[in-house]
């Protein structure tokens, strides 16, 4: 299948930084249509001309900034994705940002790891398949946009001396997400020995990545807290994600997955189902008929109505968000594993065991592998052999959480 072309437009004021631009993205010309702009008011009319998959703008310019430009976008043209260069910027330019950009590209950046930003970002947009649905969720500002503190965290994780003392407290500025984090930390998700009293010894105890997991999921879960006539429970879905997170940790270690791994694969289990959260900000949809057993999601009732499922579009919206790609690839494949295109299937498959042993503890009085994995692959795999062990540190999982 020939690869399709991604048509992008990069926005900047400084002519000889265009013309840089210009010489050094042909070598993806094969990949990439490209135009340029001098101005926010250029952009506009060339977006209005020719359709394009995504902007990439400077912060600062004169007449229409960066932001305003891409504030423009986002009502008129909300299915085109949005980045922004950013070099110096304060945190009053972050907070007018999170709302409007999709991720944010270091200034200086080569044209090697600009591409792998936005192309990346392009080709999970391709995974979802109706262009209404595309249009709508790219342009829900509540949710395809970083929240502050997540950007925060991102920031001093990308510094060259990060340290856990310093994401601690950054959590630390606010007081509810301290709590939560520390009622988290101390509960039997993530079984840990020690009692855990400041958010600092948190991210030591648990890694930057798992925080980073844990203060994106709060923040995005929180939003729909106490919202009346939802098909499922917010809550109910923020714990399933909590304790797919614990099992796939401990499947991760007992299989010896790297520590890099091991902190994937806990990173990916607390938003594997953030997708399912969008289904609530689209208004033609009725998310009802997705839940044919009240808290158990029916893929097969999303493929049918949809042609996609919750797990591509979240998949999607973290990969917008710039997210690392192995933890993109397993929330988008965590029903489906064989589709995956990585040679390391590992973090996907203990993602879509753990996910499936959970939901058949959960919803099935008696053992019922087939109705949740397909042993087939399971075989393939050789993770089959395992599933009776598995099974019993799930339902003690839910036990002790329950």
Known sequence: ????????????????ILRGLRRSVDEFSEEWEVDFALSGQ???????QHPFDAVVADMHMPGMDGIQLLNTVSRQMPEVMRFVFSGNTNDVQIMKSTRLVHQMIPKPSDMGKIYGIVERACRLRDMLS?????????????????????????KELQSEDASSQVVGDIIAQDAAMTAKILQLVNSAFFGLSDNVSSPQRAVTLLGLNTIKALVLGIQVFSEFQGRKGLPVSVDTIWKHSLRVSSLALSIAKQINLSPQEREDVCVAGVLHDIGILLYFKIPYLTPRSFFPRNDLISTEAEYQVLGTSHAEMGGYLLGIWGLPI??????????????QISTNTSIVDVLYVANGLLNMCLHEKEVAYANYLD???????????????????????????S
Do not use: C
Request: charged letters at 20%; zero cysteines; a neutral charge.
């Open 1 to 16: 299948m020939k690869k399709k072309i991604h048509r992008i437009l990069f926005v900047d004021d400084d002519a000889m």
């Open 130 to 154: 109706d262009p209404h649905l595309l249009r709508v969720i790219t342009g829900i500002k509540t949710l395809p946009s970083v929240p502050l503190l997540y950007n925060k965290l991102v």
């Open 42 to 48: 250029e952009a506009l009319n060339k977006l209005v």
């Open 326 to 339: 192995t933890i993109v690839e397993a929330v988008g494949f965590h029903h489906t594993p064989w589709q």
């Open 375 to 401: 042993m087939d692959y399971m075989r393939q795999t050789g993770l089959s052999v395992y599933l009776d062990e598995w099974l019993a540190m799930a339902n003690d999982l839910v036990n002790r959480s």
